[in-house]
């Protein structure tokens, strides 16, 4: 067999084979894995499950202002012209029912008491009350406790929207960094065979040159191109090593500690492109439905909003009716045991309140800045919708393209070497053949990889996870 023809055969023997990464029996790193490792283990992604802890607890701590009340009294004067003993209990409940407050109490008074404090003094077996307090303007239909409580449930609400929003953010962002690992590995095995050609042709020119077939020149020249290509290859394993590290970020153990992915696990080749189909409009209502910024301008809209009610309401004079029973219980000469009713009314009426009024002022002030930002927000959210859309659009366009420009490269690659066997063609023209055909190749890596990154893109920009 001549030294041409053998070189030919290997030249055919590897244009035949798979171009795709080989078969193993490893599970590849899927993006789905990536995903689920962002969820269950991500840092920054954790530290907003702590907001969400955090603000549920600042909400139980606003509920504390309905927690029952006891109050406990006891007063003794042993020495002197009049001695006595008092004990006064008394349980108090607070309601967010237009602030009404409950109480009922227990109080005992005994010995001598002077004339001007004879109230002092009860039936030999004490005294019982119960009795309602009523806001009937300020504090009435809305008032600090029950604000507190209703900001701090719009807190808890935007902190589980802020859970999404990073989960939104960190997810696409650790997708990118997945199909850039991808990517790398792709373009190494590309690197990989281009130099391999190189070699093994390498081979079959030195036995060709020792014979007297072949210029040295050529022979020079096929050893220039495989220090290109190995330079070529350094490079593109340099690129997978950068991207694995940065995909560590998002790939971790169960216990947090991030993890480096082999390139063993890189994927035999991208996916198939996916149907597209999303009209930008219907994109448009799902982002105004989903996306979590929109939901956490609403609820800080709502939280200033229960504010300025607040502050409308302090404006009010304080207006307050208290109706109460008494009785008392035993027998004592001085003291009746008739059931007793009250009714009290209290009136305070600031001259001022200029608090109350520059609070309300802020909260409207605050309630036109919200939607302002909340209108930049949605104006944003469109551009992404219709940016992203765009971007899909013409990724498809790209890999559809390039997969013709790579068919007709190979094409002209595998004619140039037909022409080199037959004499009509020169190692340097099958050179720029062959690199053409790796350079089509590294392209529509990058083409697929920019596709199912602005495919993930989209999602996120409508409110859904990437996939």
Request: aromatic share 8%; net charge neutral.
């Amino acid at each position: 067999m001549s030294a041409g023809l053998h070189y030919f055969l290997l030249l055919v023997a590897w244009w035949g084979g798979d171009f795709g990464f080989a078969e193993t029996s490893f599970t590849p790193l899927s993006a789905t894995d990536v995903l689920r490792s962002v969820k269950e283990h991500h840092p920054e992604l954790a530290s907003y499950r702590d907001d969400q802890d955090r603000a549920e607890g600042e909400l139980t701590t606003t509920l504390g202002a309905f927690d029952l009340g006891l109050k406990l009294k006891t007063t003794n004067s042993m020495e002197g012209k009049y001695p006595y003993r008092m004990f006064d209990a008394q349980i108090e409940q607070a309601t967010p029912l237009y602030g009404l407050r409950l109480f009922t109490g227990y109080r005992f008074g005994g010995g001598a008491f002077p004339l001007y404090d004879q109230n002092l003094e009860t039936g030999t077996n004490g005294e019982g009350r119960a009795g309602v307090l009523v806001p009937l303007l300020r504090n009435g239909w809305t008032d600090s406790a029950r604000t507190k409580i209703a900001q701090g449930r719009f807190k808890f609400d935007q902190a589980k929207q802020k859970f999404s929003q990073a989960g939104l953010k960190i997810s696409v962002t650790g997708i990118k960094a997945y199909w850039k690992w991808v990517s790398a590995g792709q373009k190494k095995r590309i690197a990989e065979n281009l130099l391999s050609i190189a070699e093994t042709r390498d081979a079959a020119l030195v036995k060709r040159e020792q014979a007297g077939d072949l210029p040295k020149m050529d022979l020079v020249d096929n050893q220039r191109a495989i220090l290109k290509r190995k330079e070529g290859l350094i490079k593109a394993r340099l690129d997978l090593e950068r991207a694995a590290y940065l995909l560590s970020l998002y790939i971790r153990d169960k216990d947090g500690r991030t993890k480096v992915p082999e390139d063993s696990a890189l994927p035999p080749a991208f996916p198939s492109l996916e149907s597209f189909d999303s009209p930008v409009q219907a994109a448009l209502q799902k982002a105004k439905e989903l996306r979590p910024e929109l939901a956490i301008f609403e609820l800080e809209y709502a939280s200033v909003e229960s504010e300025r009610q607040l502050q409308s309401n302090q404006i009010l004079p304080k207006l307050d009716l208290e109706l109460s029973t008494a009785k008392d219980f035993g027998e004592t000469p001085s003291v009746s045991t008739k059931q007793e009713y009250k009714v009290a009314v209290q009136l305070e009426f600031p001259l001022q309140n200029r608090a109350a009024t520059g609070r309300e002022t802020s909260a409207i002030a605050q309630e036109s800045r919200i939607d302002r930002l909340k209108r930049w927000a949605l104006e944003q959210i469109e551009a992404e919708i219709r940016a992203t859309h765009a971007a899909v659009d013409a990724a498809i366009l790209r890999v559809k393209n390039i997969e013709q420009e790579v068919s007709v490269t190979e094409m002209l690659e595998k004619g140039e070497r037909t022409r080199f066997q037959n004499g009509d063609s020169n190692l340097f023209l099958i050179n720029l053949r062959e690199e053409a055909t790796a350079d089509a190749r590294s392209r529509r890596v990058e083409a697929l990889s920019d596709y199912f990154v602005s495919l993930a893109e989209f999602k996120v920009a409508q409110g859904f996870l990437p996939e």
